[in-house]
């Protein structure tokens, strides 16, 4: 289990069950059940270091930090990652204010990151200490809040942005597998949300929260939250 809590330093809390038949136990309790293991990271203050957390193919596992840097370009750590070292910065030299690692996600090879605030994704492609990227474009009729989530799986990523259109919409890009590109395939508007108020589809609830993302791909099912 990986939490994140952006508050303060922030911090990452990952929990490792070792016990027979994976038991948590049952009640609640403030002490570890027998068989779990606790470890902790911190970031550092104004960061917002554990914003957001993603598992990373077998023991790796990732950390975003939205608020990296004096102008808030945003990063995204890597642990436990086959061929990194811990700790390495994916996407320390974004543009000012991107707040890159707002979403992040990763299935296989793939990492995905989006920001909140200048239309940011990045996607890399880590292959022991090779990492490729390829930055995302904006498509056309998207808006600044293009990457507040974002949610991988196989040759498949998703992308929210729930201020374009009447209510939100989410891209969905495919991967071309003889030039290892990520295309847009498709875009999911919504054009009224009767009785829903405000809600935007593909949207975040609020900064202040842990919650990760509101948005998931899996197989051919994709699930969009609209707070």
Do not use: C, H, M
């Not at 330093?9 to 027979?20: K, M, P, Q």
């Not at 200048?118 to 056309?140: F, S």
């Amino acid at each position: 289990i990986l939490v994140g809590a952006a508050g303060g330093n922030g911090a990452v809390f990952l929990y490792t069950n070792s016990a027979a038949n994976n038991a948590w136990g049952t009640g609640d309790t403030s002490n570890l059940p027998a068989g779990v293991t606790e470890s902790v990271k911190v970031g550092s203050t104004g960061d917002a270091y554990g914003r957001s957390v993603a598992f990373a193919g077998g023991s790796g596992y990732l950390v975003a930090a939205p608020g990296y840097g004096n102008d808030d370009r945003g990063a995204v750590y890597t642990y436990g990652v086959s061929g990194l070292t811990d700790g390495t910065i994916l996407a320390a030299n974004g543009g000012q204010q991107d707040q890159l690692g707002y979403a992040v996600d990763a299935s296989g090879e793939w990492v995905v990151a989006g920001g909140n605030g200048n239309a940011e994704v990045q996607i890399w492609r880590v292959v022991g200490d090779t990492r490729i990227e390829q930055k995302i474009t904006p498509p056309p009729g998207s808006s600044s809040t293009f990457g507040a989530a974002v949610s991988i799986e196989g040759n498949t990523f998703v992308v929210g942005d729930p201020n374009a259109g009447i209510a939100g919409r989410v891209y969905v890009y495919q991967l071309n597998t003889t030039t290892n590109q990520w295309g847009l395939v498709k875009a999911l508007d919504v054009a009224s949300i009767s009785g829903w108020g405000t809600a935007r589809i593909g949207a975040w609830t609020d900064a202040n929260l842990s919650g990760n993302q509101w948005l998931a791909v899996s197989g051919n099912r994709i699930a969009v939250g609209a707070p």
